[in-house]
């Protein structure tokens, strides 16, 4: 079954550190572009961060230098290390497969971590 | 990177039509024919429906279908159904390896 599992949310204070981990079966992470998408409780959804096939990635401006998205090629599995956490940081992150390059085709969801950010 | 424009509400009544606009900038929505769009029942991940101009994953219904005209994209569903009642977001790309989404759609059906 091609499917995405995510794991690591959790609560943590303002400053703190989380790694979030994406788990993919059925296809290959490292031949996909893989992003993260969060979710603030009762918003909208938001970009996060992107990782191409090549490897390079890109982040949205209100993560950028805190977050690292990478991708364990052995594992077939796809992180998100957050760092210096905000309270708006607080939400459900998704990690989601891009039909291609730079369509926004997310055409697979894991089924969401909640991080929580909060003293 | 401000989210494009959804209105906060539509509704509409069992059988009929509704359409969703989703209105972005010349940098985004209208300057790439790359809009997507996603359902989201409560509780649930999103669901892609529509990408790149009128495309629909298997198994879409193609009661689902899209427009663009300058910077703002449209969702129309035909043949309303209860099933349809979720939230709806637009999502563009937005040049440099970053995307935008839309505020969101909240579709009720009377």
């Known amino acids: 079954e091609v499917q995405l599992v995510e794991s690591g949310g959790g609560s943590v204070q303002p400053g703190g550190s989380l790694r979030l981990s994406c788990g993919a079966s059925?296809?290959?992470?490292?031949?996909?572009?893989m992003t993260w998408v969060r979710q603030a409780p009762g918003k909208g959804l938001e970009w996060v961060s992107v990782i191409y096939r090549g490897g390079s990635t890109n982040y949205a401006d209100s993560v950028k230098g805190r977050f690292t998205i990478s991708r364990d090629n052995s594992k077939n599995m796809l992180f998100l290390q957050m760092t210096s956490l905000r309270a708006e940081d607080t939400a459900v992150y998704y990690c989601a497969r891009d039909l291609d390059i730079d369509t926004g085709a997310f055409d697979l969801w894991g089924q969401g971590t909640m991080v929580t950010v909060s003293s | 990177q401000s989210a494009l424009t959804q209105p906060a509400s539509v509704s509409g009544s069992p059988g009929q039509s509704i359409t969703i606009s989703c209105t972005g900038t010349?940098?985004?929505?209208?300057?790439?024919?790359?809009v997507s769009w996603y359902q989201q029942h409560p509780g649930k991940a999103p669901e892609l429906i529509i990408y790149e101009g009128s495309k629909r994953p298997s198994g879409v219904s193609n009661r689902f279908s899209d427009s663009k005209s300058g910077n703002t994209a449209s969702l129309t569903i035909s043949g309303l159904q209860a099933e349809d009642e979720a939230d709806y977001y637009c999502?563009?790309?937005?040049?440099?390896?970053?995307?935008?989404f839309g505020t969101g759609t909240k579709v009720t059906v009377l």
């Open positions: 059925g296809f290959i992470v490292s031949s996909n572009y």
């Open positions: 999502c563009s790309y937005a040049g440099s390896s970053t995307y935008v």
């Open positions: 010349s940098s985004d929505v209208g300057r790439y024919n790359l």
